[in-house]
């Protein structure tokens, strides 16, 4: 009888010990459970003082809703900072992203952790955590002392886009200003040589194309438009003293010249491009295209090719025959803006967004990792945009080598002994190594850039939209 009564009692026992068994498991089942992954920063080898972004996707694996918990981040398992989510559903992601400035250099594990607080009840505790390695490096110098700061002129009218970047021609500087003078500097000092006033410059004087050089003499555009009528000019000067050796007048401001076989080509503000005899500036054709242009407009010339960009109502790019002036192909950026065509081997790259067959027009490869911006070409694309990315891209087949985050730049950089130079839109010239895209260094004025830096045997010099001619000893 007592060995009945406790089988019984042991039988009734085991079934409590099941029905538990059986309820966990099922109230475990209808759980939240929460999962954090594609953890990415803003970039994979920052400076110290470089204020990352840190973003992370949360999902809800579970069978409940999730009421009530906190992300945070943690640098090294130290706290840095957190975020409350009111819910999550079963099923459903959120985004979240932590803006985080690094102030030390070294190595740093960044780890993102759910319910950090212990706030919830989930399926599975263990899959609440996810990291990302930095590895960060020193800060750039960051230069201010200039070797000389020279004033161009006065009156200047600053510009979102374009102006007249510095060319050193038989070791002097030659440059225009967003007004109406045109200088020869010295290379060392800054002091003027000679300077040309460009009379009748219009109602907003500039000098936005860069210079361009022909035998003994220099030539550039200039501006002459007003509100009561339309004009613009080329010029051409001796290198040595600035005297004026022929100057032709155009019906709109001048944007953009270049120089092929002896010949000027000049583009106007109404999409029309001169081309005129570099000695004797004598006019020899003229093209047109339907589109205006604005500061940022440019052109090229290839293999008896003209490349034009027009950029009002529309952007497109012009493949104009130099002997017929017919248009062989057209190319539209639809919302995409372009700046200089860089065209190499039969290919032309638009601003490394993209590349085209240069005697077709038709697209090759395209990068959409690239809002608008401008590039330089050395083997790879090298190029800044609009909002604050640099890139290295593969110019065979457009796919991205390497970026880094900067600052918004509208200008194109420059290439000079592996190291390339940035101007930005907050004061600032970055200089970066060609291979691996770490910041050497960074210098600093006081106005924003929008031409095209130079560096020259040890110096760094660039315009900014303050007026002066900055210039730096190289680091």
């Not at 309820?23 to 594609?38: A, E, N, T």
């Not at 200089?340 to 990068?367: Q, T």
């Amino acid at each position: 009888m007592m060995r009945r009564k406790m089988l019984i009692n042991f039988l009734a026992l085991l079934v409590v010990i099941i029905g538990c068994a059986i309820f966990i498991g099922w109230w475990s089942l209808y759980k939240p459970d929460l999962l954090v992954s594609d953890v990415t920063s803003t970039e994979a080898n920052p400076s110290v003082n470089n204020t990352e972004v840190i973003k992370a996707e949360i999902q809800n694996a579970g069978k409940a809703t999730a009421k009530g918990f906190d992300v945070c981040l943690l640098d090294n398992g130290a706290p840095i900072t957190s975020k409350a989510i009111d819910k999550l559903d079963k099923g459903k992601t959120v985004n979240v992203d932590f803006t985080y400035t690094l102030l030390s250099s070294g190595h740093h594990t960044l780890e993102i952790q759910i319910d950090c607080k212990n706030h919830i009840r989930e399926a599975n505790e263990e899959n609440n955590k996810a990291k990302i390695e930095l590895d960060v490096k020193e800060a750039p110098p960051q230069i201010t002392a200039t070797v000389f700061k020279r004033q161009l002129g006065n009156n200047w009218h600053p510009t979102n886009y374009g102006g007249s970047s510095p060319v050193i021609h038989n070791g002097k500087i030659y440059v225009g200003g967003k007004n109406e003078y045109f200088f020869c500097l010295n290379k060392e000092t800054g002091e003027e040589i000679w300077k040309y006033k460009v009379e009748n410059a219009g109602m907003h004087p500039g000098i936005y194309s860069t210079p361009v050089f022909y035998k003994n003499n220099v030539y550039f555009g200039s501006t002459g438009s007003s509100f009561t009528e339309s004009g613009g000019y080329v010029f051409s000067l001796n290198t040595e003293n600035g005297k004026l050796v022929w100057k032709y007048e155009t019906g709109s401001d001048i944007f953009s010249i270049t120089l092929d076989n002896g010949e000027i080509y000049a583009l106007d503000s109404n999409g029309v491009i001169y081309r005129i005899d570099a000695l004797t500036g004598k006019l020899i054709k003229t093209y047109k295209m339907p589109e205006r242009t604005n500061f940022a407009s440019s052109i090229v010339i290839y293999k008896g090719k003209i490349y034009a960009i027009g950029d009002i109502p529309k952007t497109r790019l012009y493949c104009i025959d130099t002997e017929t002036g017919s248009i062989l192909w057209t190319f539209d950026g639809e919302k995409y803006k372009f700046s200089i065509p860089v065209i190499y081997h039969d290919k032309v790259y638009l601003d490394g967004r993209y590349c085209l067959d240069a005697n077709k027009g038709f697209v090759i490869w395209e990068n959409k990792e690239v809002s608008r911006g401008s590039q330089a070409f050395d083997k790879d694309l090298f190029v800044a945009t609009v909002d604050g990315k640099f890139l290295c891209i593969n110019a065979a087949n457009g796919q991205t080598i390497w970026k880094q985050t900067i600052e918004p730049s509208v200008t194109s950089p420059f290439i000079s002994n592996k190291k390339i130079y940035i101007g930005t839109t907050v004061n600032k010239v970055y200089c970066i190594d060609e291979h691996s895209g770490d910041t050497i260094a960074i210098y600093k004025t006081n106005g924003v850039i929008t031409t095209r830096p130079l560096a020259y045997n040890g110096k760094v010099y660039v315009v900014a939209d303050d007026g002066y001619l900055y210039c730096f000893e190289e680091k």
